[in-house]
């Protein structure tokens, strides 16, 4: 707080960092500890010094700094949530076509799992164009030689995908209408 009451560093000019989220929380309430007391120190001074400046009252000027300590607070955060904060800010200029989300760690298993079963589907790829005699190994292919020799079967799952997608598309629009 030093910075802040003798050099006249802003409180929105301070970033405090921290790794852990406990950490952060600490550090928020250290700070604001000690803007509290600082702000009772601005008081006193104020207090004991003229009533009326050149540029106007001592009071005036404690209760602008009051309002900057409340509205301008120094940010305390951990390291990632800084990071992802920024990123927000200037996605565009990072060259995202979007804002990218921060996934948690059950996102993050959700993903190596896909990943693991996505990696697998090559070899069921094969497989499948061999049994049903496709010329390539590429789905259109395998979709291909699957409609030629299993159509009733090819009907039967378009048709429950088409039942699927469209009982996904009535849960969506009753949340949204919600």
Known sequence: MTLCGVQGVRPDQILAITFTNKAAAELKQRLQQAINEAAVSVQARAAGATAVTATGSTHDQQE???RAWQQLGVL???FHSYC???LRQKWR????TRCPLVRVY???RQ???LAIRL???DGVAKLLAGWLGASEETWPAIQAAARQKHPQIMAKWAGDVLAAKAKALETLTKKKQK
């Open 84 to 86: 992802y904060r920024v």
């Open 106 to 108: 059950k996102d993050a």
């Open 93 to 96: 200029a990072c060259g995202f």
């Open 111 to 113: 993903a190596v799992r």
């Open 64 to 66: 602008a700094f009051e």
């Open 76 to 78: 305390a955060c951990t």
């Open 119 to 121: 990696s697998q589907v």
